[in-house]
């Protein structure tokens, strides 16, 4: 199995930027995807989540109305669209696939800076 993210980058304050993720190999299709951020002198965070049966979304506090995941239809792939980024946005962004058991990607690299 595989969970792959892509889509991350230098992004100015005030920016926006799309994060994409493909869960693929799984031989069924996972219940939810997530996305969580490891920021620097932080505990890894979960910001995002989304079933991908129904489409039903959380947010951590720290995100809620400036990020939004989504998904495509019918397939194992989400995206997470950030806006209005700052600073404190920074870190490694990591998606995870959820089954019976929690699947992780490399993560990738956010840096909001001027």
């Known amino acids: 199995v595989q969970v792959v993210e892509s889509g991350g980058g230098l992004v100015q304050p005030g920016g926006s930027l799309t994060l994409s993720c493909t869960a693929s190999g799984f031989p069924v299709r996972p219940l939810s995807m997530n996305w969580y951020r490891q920021t620097p002198g932080k505990e890894r965070e979960r910001v995002a989540s989304i079933t991908l049966r129904f489409g039903a979304t959380t947010y951590a506090d720290s995100v809620k109305g400036r990020f939004t995941i989504s998904r495509d239809d019918g397939k194992a792939t989400v995206h997470l669209q950030m806006n209005s980024l700052n600073a404190n946005d920074t870190g490694v962004y990591y998606c995870?696939?959820?089954?019976?058991?929690?699947?992780w990607g490399q993560g990738i690299q956010v840096n909001v800076s001027s």
């Open positions: 995870s696939a959820l089954t019976s058991n929690e699947y």
